[in-house]
Every structure is written in structure tokens, then in C-alpha cells.
């Protein structure tokens, strides 16, 4: 007994585990190159197809952004010189309103100085006529008093008609 299983051990050790057998290593193959084919003809144009239509939908969208680009640049563009366009009008219109309102201010600012000058030119006329007519007024009683004050402070009476040349020469030197 002791023999039989000395010789059952070295059969076991006579075949290697490591190395396959022929029968393994043909079933082996032929399910490696049956999955080879089914990935390689059937499984993989699908993917590819969509993965390039995939590539070609983000290159047109690509195309399509710089396109908007461009399109907005020139947009930009536009709007910029509308822009610079209406400012530029914008300016002249003020700068007009500006010249237009100075003239008028000047045109007011003028004829108010013209009215004013009439009305000074009116009060000064005024009151040198109210100067005269007081004047003229009070030339016969100043001549009176100054005739009376003359004639108290020399002790004798002096005529109003030698007094009032003298009073009338002072009120005129006076204005």
C-alpha cells in the first residue's frame, strides 16, 4: 500500500499544473478569436460610429461658435461705430444749444442794461427836476431869510433885491 501511493504520489508529480493541455489550449484559442472577432466586426464600428459623429457634432458646434464670434465682433463693431456716431452728434447738438443759449442770455442781459439805463437816465432826469422845481421854490425864501439874517448880524436892513443875486449864485454853485 505503502508503494501504491508512493506511485500515485509521482504520477501527480510527473504531470506539471502549471503548463495546460493540448485540449485547454485549443478551446482557449478558439474563445480568444471568437471574442477577437465579435469585438473587432460587431461591438467596436458602433462605438466608433458614434464616438466620430460625437467628434464631428463638437467640431460644427466649434464652427458654429467662432462663427457667433465673428458675428458678434462685427456686431460689436457696429454698435461701436453707431456709437462714436451718435455721441458725436450728441456734441454738436449741445455745443449748438450752448451757442444759442449764450446769445440769448446775452440778448436779455443786454436789454435788461438797456432798461436800466432808461430807467436811470428817467429817475436822474426826475430828479433833477424835482431839484429844480424845489430849488426854484425855495430860492425866494432862502433869499428872504438870508436878506433877515444879514440884516440882524450888520445892524441895518438890506434889500431882498441886492440878497437874492447872492442866494441864487449859492443855489446854483450848490447842485
Known sequence: MIASVILAAEEVEAK??????????????IAFFSLWALVK????PPVLNVMNEREDRIRGDLDAADAARARQGSAASEVSD????????????VDAARAEAE????????????EVA???????????????EAMSGIAPSVAEVAA???GRVMNRQIPL?????????FLSNSN
Do not use: H, T, Y
Open 16 to 29: 506539471n499544473p502549471i503548463l495546460p493541455e493540448l485540449s485547454e489550449m485549443f478551446w482557449g484559442a
Open 41 to 44: 466586426f460587431v461591438l467596436l
Open 161 to 169: 433885491s441886492s440878497a437874492q443875486p447872492v442866494v441864487d449864485r
Open 82 to 93: 453707431q456709437l462714436a456716431g451718435s455721441r458725436a452728434e450728441a456734441a454738436q447738438i
Open 148 to 150: 433877515d439874517a444879514a
Open 103 to 114: 446769445a440769448e442770455r446775452a440778448a436779455i442781459i443786454g436789454a435788461a442794461e438797456a
Open 118 to 132: 432808461s430807467m436811470k437816465a428817467d429817475a436822474e432826469a426826475e430828479i433833477a427836476a424835482s431839484r429844480a
